[in-house]
């Protein structure tokens, strides 16, 4: 055995699903002195061959989550825009949505450029390999931005939803914050920063998109944009996997101690897409305003933190106030209820393949 290889072993000797090496460091692209033996194999520090051997599998959700993610795909072309008027809005309804274009394009960017270098560090086969089913999604739910933009949007306005945190200082401000927790552990690839990447990364995907979509589904429920709001709703399903997914890494990492950090960053993401929400959606439009925008979001950040054990922070937001949205746009997979504004069977078949996407 090479020197090399000696030091890498002992830095993956421990055995519990904790991350415990005093190295932290990427898995090997090839690890000829691993083993892809069940009993070794653990989701971080471990010391797989790295080969994708899935002729057994230790984390069996993975497998499940697999076959969702698959059933799920899409492509946004494939998707008639044809009836979508964005002559027809109103100019706050033009500028919100704009606006939140403008920031789910930044999101999808960021995690096609950084949920690969999550991967690097995962050494169990069947979950590093929906970390690249999830980039690919997250791919493409950047080109169903243009494809909407380029259907709908004026010429003269399409480089400008590109361009908005140039001159938009709350969005600038966003987006630095969200990059600099990911780039910080680029930078200095430590054992508690990648705990934090975990964290941010799944507040990203459960909290940061959701005001943005219920203003979609808002316009669909009202007759307007219902082909960028199916869009949207596809974008949605995918997204909740990439939830279910880090749900269950966290579950597998975390230990009690961490409930207090963990807290406190919820509690910043809550003010930040808080404040986002009033920026730019506001009291300006009807069917939503700052007050229900802030109720959704310290709801859904209640059920984040429920499903990785933690006890709720937020009283007096049991109620969803955009049930009625989410229901109408069927995100609760009860196939096209009566009322519904998406008739494609393909949302039926999809939805009824995981039984409902609210449960995750
Ligand atoms: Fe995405
Ligand atoms: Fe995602």
Redesign the pocket.
């Known amino acids: 055995m090479s020197e090399t290889s000696i030091i890498d072993q002992q830095a993956f000797t421990n055995t519990s699903t904790q991350i415990e090496n005093p190295e932290f460091k990427k898995a090997r692209l090839f690890n000829p002195d691993g083993t892809d033996e069940l009993t070794e194999r653990k989701l971080i520090g471990g010391n797989s061959t790295n080969l994708i051997q899935l002729n057994n599998t230790k984390y069996k959700w993975a497998t499940k989550l697999k076959t969702t993610m698959y059933a799920n795909f899409w492509i946004p072309q494939k998707n008639s825009l044809q009836s979508d008027r964005f002559d027809l809005l109103t100019e706050d309804q033009k500028e919100t949505f704009t606006g939140i274009l403008s920031f789910l394009i930044f999101?999808?960017s960021i995690?096609t450029a950084n949920?690969p270098n999550i991967a690097d560090y995962i050494t169990a086969p069947e979950v590093k390999m929906l970390l690249a089913i999830?980039t690919f999604?997250?791919a493409i739910?950047a080109d169903s931005y243009q494809y909407i933009i380029e259907s709908v949007i004026p010429r003269e306005l399409r480089n400008g939803i590109y361009d908005r945190w140039r001159d938009d200082k709350i969005l600038f401000e966003r987006n630095k914050f969200i990059a600099g927790e990911f780039q910080a552990f680029l930078d200095n690839p430590t054992e508690q920063g990648f705990k934090r990447v975990l964290i941010a990364n799944y507040l990203?995907?459960g909290l940061y998109?959701y005001n943005g979509f219920q203003f979609f589904y808002l316009l669909a429920a009202q007759g307007a944009m219902t082909g960028a709001s199916r869009i949207i709703k596809l974008?949605n399903k995918?997204?909740l996997?990439?939830?279910t997914l880090f749900r269950h890494i966290i579950s597998e990492t975390f230990t009690e101690a961490d409930h207090d950090w963990v807290i406190e960053m919820t509690k910043k993401a809550v003010d930040q897409e808080v404040a986002w929400a009033h920026h730019i959606i506001g009291d300006r439009i009807l069917g939503m305003d700052k007050k229900s925008c802030e109720h959704y979001t310290k709801h859904l950040a209640n059920r984040r933190l429920v499903a990785i054990k933690i006890d709720p922070i937020y009283e007096g937001v049991e109620e969803n106030p955009y049930r009625h949205l989410e229901e109408r746009a069927d995100m609760h997979g009860e196939g096209n209820a009566k009322g519904g504004f998406f008739t494609d069977s393909a949302s039926y078949n999809q939805s009824n393949a995981v039984g409902g996407f609210d449960k995750f």
């Open positions: 999101l999808d995690q949920v999830q999604q997250e739910h990203l995907e998109f974008i995918d997204e996997t990439h939830v």
